[in-house]
């Protein structure tokens, strides 16, 4: 059933269908972790129903924005959300395989909120095809993201990711190999006990390491605009 909600606090309407994957919290935070300036054009890899898309093109002016997703259901709820918002002049939605995707011109910043699961043999995984393919790396891994991004990145833009604390050891190899110098790793908690659920990356291309870590507590957070303004 395909539903009109309201895309957080942001003052924008999302559509969403209960039987797929809707947006979370981690598109959220992912969205005000980026750095965005004026003119910059951006890329969104595995963008679902663009709601980091929908977020940055209602927060900075002069910035167009390159989204992808390969589901057709989703990428037509995607479709419906931009116009409603009447944002279809600042973004552009690609419905194919981002592994195929090659931009007219390299990007200032890519952003990727992937599927967080790997694609284990007889591991448990959604019987629902849409989720399934949202959650699991079926169609796209880890690694094809860094590929994607290294081919279509400016020679110093910048890349942002949000993923399970499990893989956070995995992205920094792969940053390490893709020459992707590490400039912020921010960690997630959403618990009482402290612990780290996921966390959000900053890597620039062909820079160092320069790595700054920060932790943030979400769990009684009313609102996460700003959250990572820096004073």
Known sequence: MIEKNDLFDYGLKIYQNREYFKFSIDSILLAEFVKI????KILDLCTGNAPIPLILASKFDAISIDAIEIQKEVFNLANESIKENELDDIIK?????AKDFIGQDKYD?????????????????????????ARHEIAITLEDIFKITKRNIKETGA???VHRIERMLETVELCQKYKLGIRKIVLIQTKNDNSTEFFLLEASNY?????KIEIVNILNRKTYQNIFKEE
């Open 37 to 40: 300036k004026k003119g910059y």
């Open 93 to 97: 939605l690609y419905n194919c395989d």
């Open 109 to 133: 910043c890519i952003i990727c909120n992937p599927p967080y699961f790997k694609n284990i043999e007889n591991s448990y995984k959604n019987t629902n095809s849409i989720k399934k393919l």
């Open 159 to 161: 890349f942002y990711l």
């Open 207 to 211: 820079k160092k390491d320069d790595l």
